[in-house]
């Protein structure tokens, strides 16, 4: 399930992290983005933080084909991003990411249940590389 931030918060980040971030759009109108930025203290790993796709446009490779093009456009050398375990279609998208690109693929608890105020569900980290 993808959290919804506030619109003040996609106008910063379109801001400062419009490099590492994409918005994909079908007939002029947005169909799909993904946020990332590339790790202060480690600028080869690209962390990505949201992917959507609108629902009409689901399940024709949008999602990977824009992950892809982030992945090419900055060079980075890994990729992160967290998921949830009910995330069957996130979850598939990055494995089949790494697949594809040939990278190794690891994933460990990062953000459990109890660090969170609002009683998330635990993000696992994904770690695919080298890209
Ligand atoms: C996750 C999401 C972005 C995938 O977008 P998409 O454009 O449909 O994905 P793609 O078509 O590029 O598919 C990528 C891979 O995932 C698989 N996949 C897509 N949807 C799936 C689903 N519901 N269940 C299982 N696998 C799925 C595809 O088969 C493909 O794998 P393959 O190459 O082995 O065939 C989309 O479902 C979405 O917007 N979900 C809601 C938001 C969300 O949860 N985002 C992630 C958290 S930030």
């Known amino acids: 399930m993808l959290d919804l931030n506030s619109s003040y918060s996609y106008l910063l980040w ?7 971030s994409v918005i994909a759009r079908i007939d002029g109108e947005p169909a799909g983005f993904i946020t ?3 790790r202060p203290e480690n600028p080869d790993t690209l962390m990505i933080w949201q992917v959507a796709v609108n629902e009409n446009f689901r399940g024709h490779g ?3 084909t824009m992950l892809h ?3 090419d456009r900055t060079g980075a050398l890994r990729m992160e991003t967290t ?3 009910d995330n069957a279609a996130s979850n598939r998208l990055f494995q ?3 697949e594809k690109r040939g990278a190794g693929f690891d994933r460990r608890p990062l953000f459990t249940p109890d660090l969170y ?5 635990t993000e696992y ?3 695919i590389a080298p890209l």
Not at 14 to 20: K, S
Not at 117 to 121: A, L, V
Request: negative net charge; contains cysteine.
């Open 62 to 64: 949008l999602a990977s």
């Open 69 to 71: 093009e982030l992945a």
């Open 36 to 38: 990332g930025y590339t």
């Open 83 to 85: 998921i949830t375990d």
């Open 125 to 127: 980290l994904y770690e």
């Open 14 to 20: 379109c801001r400062d992290f419009a490099d590492t």
């Open 96 to 98: 089949a990411f790494a």
């Open 117 to 121: 105020p609002d009683g998330h569900d």
